[in-house]
């Protein structure tokens, strides 16, 4: 499975863009990128996915280099409610429709007033 | 958009004693779902896949007899952690798949998780 690195922490300022990297070099030509978040004592809470092309929702962007091998995810006006634990999965392929999500140790995203 | 449900959201058992989770999908039917265990401070750590109708298949380490797990339903799962010590004192969640996800690219969906205490 490929693997993610992630720094263990971040500071943002509230209403100022965060901007979350990731490195997947191992990353395979078929293999999705995952953000999740995860609030205190709450499970975790699906972001964005994207394969090779940038992708934006109403939580975030996604931008993903051209060898993605490294993938960068964008709040765009963060809030202290975006303080969090924030994963990057690439997701493991399995035989047949199952697969399972393998978290890392994500980053800690800290908005600060 | 999909909702999973756990309940209880926090328990406190005595060891020895056995613990039910319940893992609903309330809006959608759940062909697969996942159980994870997540300590203080650490990442979540897959226990188990459990597939409507089958035997859940087990991640390496994590004993089957003593986590139970039912998927006997589209919409739920249960995981039933028996003679509880401890040291199983954790922060349990669940995750579904839809039946309509046919792409693996499908995101997850979570629980909002149980705490177990074991006294």
């Known amino acids: 499975d490929a693997k993610t690195t992630q720094p263990p922490s971040m500071d943002c300022a509230e209403g100022r863009a965060a901007n979350l990297p990731c490195n997947h070099s191992?990353?395979?030509?078929?293999?999705?990128v995952y953000w999740y978040r995860q609030i205190h004592s709450q499970g975790p809470q699906y972001i964005i996915h994207?394969?090779?092309n940038n992708e934006t929702n109403e939580m975030a962007s996604l931008i993903i280099t051209e060898d993605r091998k490294s993938s960068t995810l964008i709040l765009p006006h963060a809030t202290l409610r975006d303080t969090a634990v924030y994963y990057c999965?690439?997701?493991?392929?399995?035989?047949?429709?199952?697969?399972?999500?393998?978290f890392g140790k994500g980053t800690l995203l800290t908005v600060n007033p | 958009g999909a909702v999973v449900s756990q309940h209880p959201s926090w328990v406190i058992c005595k060891s020895g004693t056995s613990v039910k989770i319940e893992c609903r999908s309330l809006?959608?039917?759940?062909?697969?779902m996942f159980w994870y265990r997540q300590f203080p401070k650490q990442s979540l750590m897959l226990m188990a896949t459990?597939?409507?109708?089958?035997?859940?298949?087990?991640e390496q380490g994590v004993e089957k007899d003593k986590f139970l797990i039912n998927h006997a339903s589209l919409t739920l799962s249960t995981l039933t952690v028996t003679s509880a010590h401890p040291e199983d004192s954790s922060f349990y969640i669940c995750?579904?798949?839809?039946?309509?996800?046919?792409?693996?690219?499908?995101?997850?969906?979570f629980g909002n998780g149980t705490r177990l205490t074991v006294t």
């Open positions: 995750s579904a798949r839809g039946r309509d996800s046919s792409s693996y690219n499908s995101p997850l969906h």
């Open positions: 191992t990353i395979s030509g078929n293999e999705y």
């Open positions: 994207g394969l090779k």
């Open positions: 999965i690439v997701r493991a392929r399995e035989g047949g429709s199952n697969y399972k999500l393998t």
């Open positions: 809006d959608f039917q759940a062909t697969t």
């Open positions: 459990s597939n409507e109708g089958s035997k859940a298949t087990y």
